[in-house]
């Protein structure tokens, strides 16, 4: 087919909006940790986007949307772009080239993520290796199982734009990397305050604002399906957003770091299902998920896991359940799937399968990956440089004079 312009300009803009999401990662993480951490928590996602990024176009696309290898991984037909060009292939209306774009700003932001895990106590240098070996096998293959004709491809799984791929992926990922780095020195203890809630404010906005091209771009064209993504996209974070503040003002008083946090579940939940359920689904996923990854996140607090910027609680816990949802209110008549609620058992069969793989193989794959860089470079600073700060150690830099 010949290039559709409208298609290609706004898959154009969605990569765009997408890659605004990796510093907003990093400016919501950034805000979110003390002082003497800012610059170097914002640096890891802009170090993910960077690394990534040459990743991907070297090897890593190729790895998960080259021809099937046996359903688990991409080919290496397509390694430093080889055959990926610029006119339209088969039914699509984009060039490959921009649909490989499009995808990329996926893989960074799924490792900006994962940074949440490493606040304040990881050297440079592991991160750098660690980011690099954890896209190639895990990000990778779990991109070719679900988009690139894998095996839970081949089963039939609903994940519009990314539950199982991003959310799922990075959030029980950070869990496996906690197990091996441990806690910041003085958890628990130490008051370990917010630097900046203005910033991490900020990042949350250019996150929601990046999520429609998040969510509307996986459509692939300018079309109605898009629209529909990005309505229910943002309808599914308001109302995260409030339930959130509602439970947290129960509590005491309405934070806004509360507030933006169910957004952000509300938007995690919403993204797998964004292109198969309407405006009620919408809804309800955004309530559901407020509610739970509120939970999931005081369980943690209640636990002592130092998992510091909540990507499990909010993004693991957040995805899993959006992709459980889809498999129960996806609906014929947005775009041709039923779930649960239409009498389709199976396809719920189908989303617990990927969701159970998903989980056991990003916990597996992480904890061993984690475990050998640890055990051959230090995962962690020195106790003197944790103490300082990474800002000084590991940047010579201050956010603060």
Known sequence: ????????????????????????????????????????????????????????????????????????????????????????????TIPPMLFMLFQMT????????????????????????????????????????????GWLAQLGVLDFAGGIVVHISAGFSALAILLVIGKRIGFGRDLMEPSNIPVALIGMAMLWFGWFGFNGGSALAANGLAVNAIVVTNTAAAAGALVWMLLSWKDGRPASLGIVSGAISGLAAITPAAGYVDIFGALLIGIIAATVCYIALTFRIRNGWDESLDAWSIHGVGGL?????????????????????????????????????????????????????????????????????????????????
């Open 106 to 149: 996926f893989a960074t932001v799924t490792l900006a993520i994962l940074t949440s895990v490493f606040a304040e106590r990881v050297k440079l240098s592991s991160f750098i290796v660690f980011g690099l070996l954890w896209t190639t096998l895990v990000y990778d293959p779990i991109a070719h199982w679900v988009w690139g004709g």
């Open 1 to 92: 087919m010949p290039i559709n312009a409208g298609d290609t300009a706004w898959i154009i803009a969605a990569s765009a909006l997408v890659m605004l999401m990796t510093p907003g990662v990093g400016f919501f993480y950034g805000g979110l940790v003390r002082r003497k951490n800012i610059i170097s928590m914002i640096a890891l996602s802009f170090i993910a986007f960077a690394l990534v990024s040459v990743q991907w176009v070297l090897y890593g696309y190729s790895l998960a949307f080259g021809p099937d290898v046996g359903g688990l991984i991409g080919g290496l037909n397509n390694i430093c772009l080889q055959g990926i060009g610029l006119e339209p292939t088969g039914s699509s």
């Open 321 to 401: 359940l959006g992709v459980f949802a889809a498999g129960v209110l996806a609906t014929t008549a947005i775009n041709g799937y039923s779930g649960l609620l239409a009498g389709n058992v199976h396809q719920l069969a189908i989303q617990v399968i990927a969701i159970v793989a998903t989980v056991l193989y990003s916990l597996i794959v992480t904890f061993i990956l984690a475990k050998g860089v640890d055990m051959i470079m230090g995962l962690r600073v020195k106790e003197e440089e944790e103490y300082v700060g990474l800002d000084i150690s590991q940047h010579g830099e201050r956010a603060y004079t």
